[in-house]
């Protein structure tokens, strides 16, 4: 992970917001299931090179009720903040999250990157790739509140608190997609693969030359104006 920097390097040539690929933001509330969303369009697609499903590095150990994620002890996280590791990072829940900076080379390169993050970076995110798509996952509160209790990481009242939370974030903006994921993982997850086919068929418009060829410089070629929509 560390190489990141070089990588952070080169696309500093390259005017930010990155383009030709698209950035695929899973938001939502804790126990809406967008890990179970994600996981479920992964499973269809294992063989398609063309989507990058981001693996997130989190200071929280990884364990069978979580997702499968790169691990950091706090410390380690900043240090490898301030190197450029990280695309983007934010803090939530007294952890820290972060998404490789790999993930910009994978955008300029016309892929398609999906990632689980805060909806408070979305703006952040807006501005760092011009064709971003905001997935929002959703589930009725009653679901919310049963799915935080099975995971059994919270109190009653920290679960509580975090659907208060939840319940006064709104999204705004083009390219949010909402997903109702309150009963079969299939209905949403089939929902979720609309939206990623749809990427696709958007970043195959731009032509799949390398952001940095050998000896070369960063490549200049633009998308249509304008973010990528649902």
Not at 119 to 147: F, G, K
Not at 158 to 181: F, H, K, Q, Y
Not at 204 to 227: K, N
Request: glycine content about 8%; overall charge negative.
């Amino acid at each position: 992970m560390m190489v990141s920097a070089s990588i952070e390097r080169e696309l500093s040539a390259a005017a930010f917001p990155i383009r030709d690929g698209v950035f695929v933001a899973v938001v939502g509330p804790s126990g809406a299931g967008k890990d179970t969303v994600i996981g479920y369009a992964r499973s269809l697609f294992t063989d398609e090179t063309r989507l990058e499903f981001v693996r997130r590095v989190i200071t929280r150990p990884s364990d069978t009720a979580s997702e499968d994620h790169d691990t950091l002890a706090d410390a380690a996280f900043v240090e490898a903040e301030a190197d450029g590791a990280f695309a983007i990072s934010w803090v939530a829940h007294g952890l820290r999250y972060g998404i490789p900076a790999e993930v910009d080379r994978s955008v300029a390169n016309g892929r398609v990157a999906i990632a689980n993050v805060s909806r408070a970076i979305i703006p952040a995110l807006r501005d760092r790739y011009a064709n971003l798509a905001v997935v929002e996952i959703t589930a009725s509160p009653q679901i919310l509140a049963e799915r935080l209790a099975m995971r059994g990481r919270e109190s009653r009242g920290e679960v509580l608190a975090r659907l208060a939370r939840s319940a006064n974030v709104a999204l705004s903006g083009p390219g949010v997609t909402p997903i109702d994921n309150s009963g079969q993982r299939e209905a949403a997850g089939e929902r979720f693969v609309e939206v990623l086919r749809k990427a696709m068929a958007f970043s195959d418009r731009t032509l799949p030359s390398p952001l940095v060829g050998e000896g070369g410089s960063a490549r200049s070629a633009e998308t249509e104006e304008g973010c990528w929509t649902e």
